[in-house]
């Protein structure tokens, strides 16, 4: 189970930390996504906790971390930089999603801090552009409409009660499957709490932070990563296309692994499959 704590820094939002595991052993940081929260890391937790003292934390402003001014992706890094302090040294890292991207980016510029990274659907291109322009035409007045409700939500905006419930219900996990965005294989499940979670959250916060998301992902993959590293992609995945994987996938003792049929919710999909390569990955380290 994960112990739940309060990191507080100077002049930064306070971050809800999560810890699991003995903390004498080597460190391993989960970075999540922007959708739900720690707990779409099960699978590798489960993997991991035998060998490793888990940490892992919410983003500013989502999932009971503090609200922030500035929502933009190296804030984002920041505050993983602040975890890593708190652990003291080097750390496996992690990430699902637009975490993946947070622990690519963090190990290409603090390689001294890292001692190899997992991405796993991390997001590359224009991701989130993509999942919306497959559902809604950006020239139409529909997009312009949802486009302006978005910059214009107050911190503090929530949905009520009956939206996350909604997010619950088996028909939203159909209508994701209808669009390609989720598969047969994902746990619908699992799949529609992710989803909840996510909703259950300050709006101005979460939109805004995909924003930030988004506006890095335009950029290109950071320089030859001077660690070791895993990368997970789905073939199916509409916000990172196998194209886009490939093309960040490099470095020193770069692998990649496509999932034949796997969509961007690869965690909820084929945990047995992840948790093997991260098996593997792990015992082709030097010190594995």
Same mark, same amino acid.
């Given at each position: ?12 939002? =306070?971050?809800?930390?999560? %810890? ?5 052993? +080597? ?9 739900? @929260?720690? @707990?779409?890391?099960? +699978?590798?937790? /489960? ?10 934390? $919410? ?22 930089? &602040? ?12 990430? *699902? ?10 190990? #290409? /510029? *603090? +390689?001294?801090?890292?001692? !190899?990274?997992?991405?796993? !659907?991390?997001? *590359? ?14 020239? $139409? $007045? ?5 486009? /302006? ?10 949905? +009520? ?20 965005? &989720? ?21 101005? #916060? ?11 992902? /335009?950029?290109?993959?950071?320089? %030859? ?11 199916? =995945? ?7 994987? %490939? ?22 999909? %084929? ?12 015992? &082709?380290?030097? =010190?594995?």
């Amino acid at each position: 189970m994960w112990r739940t704590t309060t990191l507080s820094r100077d002049g930064a939002p =306070d971050l809800s930390l999560f %810890q699991r595991g003995d903390l004498a052993r +080597p460190a391993a940081v989960l970075v999540p996504g922007l959708l739900g @929260d720690v @707990d779409a890391l099960e +699978p590798f937790a /489960q993997e991991l906790e035998p060998s490793h003292a888990l940490w892992s934390w $919410s983003p500013r402003g989502l999932s009971g971390s503090g609200a922030a001014d500035d929502y933009g992706f190296d804030g984002w890094l920041e505050d993983l930089t &602040s975890v890593l302090d708190e652990i003291g040294g080097p750390a496996l890292l992690v990430g *699902w999603s637009a975490g993946g991207r947070v622990a690519v980016e963090a190990a #290409a /510029q *603090w +390689p001294e801090r890292c001692t !190899a990274v997992v991405s796993v !659907a991390g997001t *590359w291109g224009r991701p989130f552009e993509q999942l919306l322009h497959s559902v809604v035409d950006p020239g $139409s $007045s529909l997009f312009a409409m949802a486009a /302006q409700a978005a910059s214009g939500l107050r911190p503090g905006t929530r949905l +009520p009660a009956w939206a996350q419930e909604l997010a619950r219900a088996a028909l939203v996990t159909e209508a994701l499957r209808l669009f390609g965005v &989720s598969a047969e294989t994902t746990d619908s499940v699992r799949l529609r709490e992710t989803l909840a979670r996510t909703l259950d959250n300050d709006l101005h #916060a979460l939109l805004s932070t995909w924003r930030g998301v988004s506006r890095r992902c /335009q950029s290109g993959p950071p320089a %030859q990563l001077a660690v070791p590293s895993l990368w997970f992609a789905g073939d199916h =995945d509409v916000l990172t296309p196998v194209d886009d994987a %490939q093309f960040a996938a490099h470095g020193l003792d770069a692998q990649l692994v496509v999932v034949p049929g796997g969509t961007h919710f690869l965690p909820l999909e %084929q945990p047995e499959l992840l948790r093997l390569h991260v098996r593997r990955f792990l015992k &082709s380290l030097p =010190d594995g």
